[in-house]
């Protein structure tokens, strides 16, 4: 794959992730906050970080 179609293609994949992400949060009538950006940076890895992430926890917040 050249360099041109990788970046092309990885920011289709974030971008569609991000869609994802504020979906979910519409549809199930949470807060959003600010995963669909970090989502939009980092992929899969932000995916994973706003379904795992919990604020209540008093282990460190971001």
């Known amino acids: 794959m ?3 179609a990788f ?3 990885t920011l289709v994949a974030h971008v569609g992730l991000a869609l994802f992400v504020t979906g979910h949060a519409r549809l199930t009538e949470t807060e959003a906050g600010k995963w ?3 989502t939009l940076a980092f992929g899969l890895a932000g995916v994973a970080a706003y379904f795992f992430y919990d604020e209540s926890s008093d282990a460190g917040a971001i």
Do not use: I, K, L
């Open 36 to 38: 669909p950006f970090v």
């Open 2 to 4: 050249d360099p041109q």
């Open 7 to 9: 970046v092309v293609a």
